[in-house]
Each structure stands twice: as C-alpha cells, then as structure tokens.
C-alpha cells in the first residue's frame, strides 16, 4: 500500500465527486492493467489473444491482457508489431479520428505536431487515425527520451513522420504551419501514482505551481505553430484543476480559445471536468480500467490573422539545396517505390525518403531550424561511394517485397540476432550482400553476408540484453496476433 502526501490527499478530498476517496484507494492499493496497441499498418491482428478484451475507446487496435508477460522476449514487440500502452492513453486516437472525421473533409493533407512526444505511444496513435496523406512531426526535448521516441517510431515502420528533439519555443518559429497541435505536457504526474512509486514520492504542492508555470510558457509556444481554425489537444496525466481545468481556462482568456466538444465524454466512465464551463474529459482509475488522464480540445479562432500566425512554409533564407548522391533516388525506387522522394538529412551522410505529397513540407521542417532527428524512413547511410542501408528501411511498413533476400529465423535464432549474436550458423548457402532476417515473415532487422559468416547490423543501442530462452514463451503475443 502506497503512503500518499498529506497535502495530495487533503486536495484529492476537496475536489469531490467523481475523484475523492474511490480514487485516493486505488492509487494506494490498486493494480495497474496491462494493454498493448496493434500495429495493423505491418498485419498485426488479434485473431487468438487469449482472455483479452479490448479497449473501448482504441478503435479495435487497443487490448487488455490478463497478466503482464516478459515483452522483450516477444520477437514482434522488438519488430513494432505491437506497443505496449496505457489504456487511457490510447484515448488520443480516438479524439484525432474524430477531428478528422469532422473537421477535415475537405481533402485537407494534414499537418500534425505532437510537441511532448516521448516515449511515443500518442504519436503512433495520431500517425494511425490520420489520413495516410498526413504528415507528423513529433518533439521532445530531453535528449533521452528523445532517442526512446525514435526508436519507437522507426519500429511502427511508418514513412510520415519527423522526430526532432528541442524546446517549443524552436517550434514557434516555424509560425502556424500545423493543422493540429498535441500538447501532452509535462506534468505533476499523479494520474501515474498507481504504478510508479516515484510519481508518489516527488509530488508536493510546489511542484504544481512549478508544472502549471511550465505548462504554460509551452502552450504559449504551441499557440503560434497553430494555423487559424486548427485545434490544440491538451493532455495531462495528473487530477489537480490548476494543471488541467485552469490551463483550459487560461487559453480561453487570454487566445480566445474554442472548447471543442468531443465524444469521448460518451464512454462509460469518463468523467467531464471538475468546476468548468468547458468541456474536459478526465480518465479516472477505478472508473475507468487505465491510468489517469485529463483531456481537452480547443480551437484557434478561424479569423486570428495576427502577424504571429502568418503561416510560413519556406524553410530558412539562404538554406541551399543538398545534393542526393549518385543512385540515391533509383534506390529508394528499387526498395520503396514511386510514391516516394529521396532527401539528403542535415547530417549530409543519411539518405532519407518521404512521401511525395509531403516532400515540401519535409524539407521545410529539415531547413527550418530544428534538431531533426529522423524525417521519414532513413533508407541508406553514405559510406564512401557505397549506400549501406539502414535499419529503419527493414522496419519500414512500406518496404518492398523483394529488396533483399530473405533469411527465415526459428524463435531461438531470432532471439539470438536480436541480442546481437552472430549468424554463421544458420547462413544455409545464403547469398553474399545484405539480408533481411525474419520471424514468422515480418523483418527483424538487416545482416550483411561476407562468405562463411553474417555481420549482424542490428542497432547496437537497441539489442536485448537478458537471457532469453530456447522456445517462445506460452503467453508472448506473437503467438495470439500474428
């Protein structure tokens, strides 16, 4: 049982119905689900999870599952087919699916900014509601989980997002060039308290006042890389009202925010906002089977033309134009196909590809000042005169049948290659050059053939450390959704 703050308990109290003392129980002795979201963009199903049942509010994607198995012993977990995610939090989709569907009829190619976007799990919800014509940037500031992000990203294999890693206020100079904003701030953390003991043991009064402080100098930000008419979806996973309800208040007051409706509110025990005339919706443990979660939809005022949210679209003057090396586009041909445009990243020695109809945009987002991490699927690195290709291409949803051979993988041998081993024991004639290694025909990864052995490429930052054993465990999900 965990000892909640005096303090947290005296305001928990004070808020009343629906938090009070339901919730000051479950935070202290509740159990935590456990919830995975699949990646159906690379054929992941749910055609046999055992006791599963599924997320209201995750459009068929999103499910619980009866006890927590070792996922990292799960191939497909390593191979993006599915993320591990808190069922609250999969409430994101739902809200993006439904903006679009009401807002964005009009052949609108949409540009989404996710602003806090570590470790990932929202992002890849919004990139899986959004029109395939969309295109992402997802931000985070700390250089760690800004590296967990993108790992993420790269696995859901998706071909329409940028990863950049940098403060909001980089973001605002970009000006209103986003459709939709998401905003979910960082925060006091209380609606983590039930699985985290350290959300419990740093929470006082005065790290609120601290997060609504912070909280507003990023929405404040946010704001001018919103176009006029977008929407801002604010998140937050705490109770307080003063980083939640006021926040809503404070955009209202002073941007002449819109509070936006959305269905949310008409799941089974999601609760409205507490003391406000705007409309809120508040995940609530013990009312809900997830985490705490607050959310809110507003809108920028269609007729804001002030000079802040004069959409920019150019990148920075005097930015030049960078040369793709010889064979770059021909190889994106050959792996990805015509529906893409080859770039060259800042970094100059990474070849990338991006959706044709985003390419503009992309390369705006590439020249237009940020820390870009990744932009696209990253398809080769340049070494010398020769394109090694990257991990990310293997991962990529989109890779074509065909653009290497395949090396099939049994459970034991797929473990061992994602724990870095090498490979020469199963080579079985394969033919020199790079391969692609597979379980159950979806890609683990890249290896290159050099004769009597196979350099295994899987990234070194990423390889499993623990033991692992010599036949799939009985619960991993592989075995029930693929």
């Known amino acids: 049982m965990k000892t909640l703050h005096p303090e947290f308990i005296k305001m928990i109290t004070a808020l009343g119905e629906p938090l009070g003392a339901g919730l000051l129980h479950e935070l202290s002795c509740g159990t935590p689900s456990v919830a995975i979201r699949l990646n159906r963009a690379k054929g992941a199903a749910a055609v046999a999870l055992t006791d599963a049942t599924e997320v209201p509010w995750s459009g068929g994607q999103g499910f619980y599952l ?98 950049s890693r940098g403060d909001t206020a980089r973001l605002a100079a970009l000006g209103p060039v986003f459709d939709i904003v998401a905003a979910d701030v960082p925060c006091s953390g209380e609606g983590m308290m039930r699985k985290d003991d350290e959300a419990v043991a740093q929470w006082t009064p005065a790290l609120v006042d601290s997060c609504v402080a912070r909280q507003r100098e990023i929405l404040a930000n946010l704001w001018q890389t919103l176009r006029p008419g977008g929407f801002l979806i604010y998140s937050t996973c705490t109770f307080n009202r003063a980083e939640n309800e006021e926040n809503v208040a404070w955009l209202v007051d002073n941007y002449g925010a819109e509070s936006v409706p959305v269905a949310l509110s008409d799941y089974p025990g999601v609760a409205g906002g507490i003391d406000t005339p705007y409309a809120c919706c508040r995940f609530i443990p013990g009312r809900i089977d997830g985490e705490g979660l607050f959310l809110a939809v507003l809108r920028k005022d269609a007729a804001d033309i002030s000079p802040s949210c004069r959409r920019r679209d150019k990148g920075r003057k005097g930015v030049k134009p960078v040369a793709l090396p010889s064979g770059g586009a021909e190889y994106v041909l050959r792996c990805l196909g015509d529906g893409f445009k080859a770039m060259l990243m800042p970094d100059g020695a990474t070849l990338t590809a991006v959706p044709a109809a985003s390419a503009d945009f992309a390369s705006t987002l590439r020249d237009g000042g940020l820390d870009i991490l990744a932009c696209g699927i990253a398809v080769a690195a340049l070494r010398g005169r020769e394109l090694a290709p990257c991990h990310a291409l293997a991962m990529a949803a989109s890779l074509r049948a065909g653009s290497f051979p395949v090396l099939d993988l049994d459970y034991r041998s797929a473990m061992a290659y994602l724990h870095g081993d090498a490979l020469s024991d199963i080579l079985d004639g394969a033919p020199r050059g790079y391969l692609l290694p597979c379980y159950r025909g979806k890609a683990l990864g890249l290896a290159k053939c050099v004769g009597r052995r196979a350099n295994n490429l899987y990234p070194d930052q990423w390889r499993l450390r623990s033991a692992f054993p010599a036949d799939a465990p009985a619960d991993v999900v592989t075995t029930h959704c693929l």
């Not at 977990?77 to 964005?104: I, K, P």
């Not at 570590?118 to 985070?140: H, M, R, Y």
């Not at 993420?152 to 990863?163: D, F, I, Q, T």
């Open 66 to 163: 009866p006890r927590r198995p070792v996922f990292a012993l799960d191939p497909a977990w390593h191979q993006g087919l599915y993320y591990v995610q808190d069922a609250s939090s999969m409430a994101l989709g739902a809200v993006v699916a439904e903006l679009v569907e009401r807002f964005f009829q009009d052949n609108t190619q949409i540009r989404y900014l996710d602003a806090c976007a570590a470790p990932g799990g929202k992002t890849l919800a919004a990139v899986d509601a959004l029109p395939s014509d969309a295109f992402v940037l997802a931000n985070e500031y700390d250089f760690r989980r800004a590296s967990i992000l993108t790992e993420n990203v790269v696995k859901h294999g998706s071909s329409n997002v940028a990863v």
